[in-house]
């Protein structure tokens, strides 16, 4: 399972996979655009599909180091 709180900005691939929304595209453009400071940020790079995925997430999610 997914580590608690999700630390985004630690998370590996296969790990940000394994949220259902994010595929192989997303998991490498959030690698990519790491690090994040707050939850907008994040948001920003999201498609639609995986926007929802992540807005009931948002409480479990953390973005410091």
């Known amino acids: 399972g997914l580590p608690f709180p ?3 900005n630690n998370l590996s691939y296969n ?3 394994s949220i259902f929304g994010v595929n192989k595209k ?3 453009e959030i690698i990519y655009r790491r690090p994040f400071k707050c939850g907008p940020e994040l948001l920003k790079c999201l498609n639609p599909s995986a926007l929802g995925s992540f807005q009931k997430l948002e ?3 953390k973005f410091e180091d």
Do not use: V
Request: proline fraction near 0%; charged fraction near 15%.
């Open 6 to 8: 999700i630390n985004i």
């Open 15 to 17: 790990s940000l996979k």
């Open 26 to 28: 997303l998991a490498n």
């Open 59 to 61: 409480d479990y999610i």
